[in-house]
């Protein structure tokens, strides 16, 4: 079976645990660099990205994880997870100056909140490419992404902007799969882990 880290730091990491266990993959929940050994894939939950990327310098993370990726690891982030995996993000708090530090693994854009406040959150039946019927997306204070580079795979857009994006072996969702009883994007993930793993065998 596969071997999946989730990033434990802050966020809905146990409902992304549970979904993937019920796939049958064996979960990590990652805190420290050490963490992050012998594993195919790695998962960066929804919660607020400004305090997952705090967290993650406290942790000293940063490096490990480009360096996970580097290695041929799969990395997937759903909402702030994704918002950490862009090469720049848009609409940091304007206490820290507006900017805020990304792993630039995925060679897109971030717009953080790009569809509203909390009141604004809402599911969407949403088609992505891949799968044979519409995916039920909840979408909560969700990022969108533009300027994607030519590497990078738009695999779904809501209202014309773009909420779930692959680049090689990194996958974006700006929506949250774990809070649906739906487990085929991450059933998509497991796969993209175990296809990049035999490709570095
Ligand atoms: N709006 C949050 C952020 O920018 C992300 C929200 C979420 O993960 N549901 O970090």
Redesign the pocket.
Known sequence: SSRIGVLALQ?AFREHRRILESLGAAVTEVRLPADLAELDGLVLP?????TMARLLTVYALWQPIRAFHAAGGAIWG???GA?LLAREVRGAPPQFGGKQESLGLLDAVVQ??AFGRQINSFAAALPVAGLDAAFPAVF????AFTAPGPQVNTLATWEGQAVMLSQGHVLATAF?PELSSDPRVHALFLKMAVETKSEIA
Do not use: Y
């Open positions: 966020g929804g919660g607020e990205s400004t759903t909402c702030a918002i953080r909140n909560i204070r969700a990022p949250h």
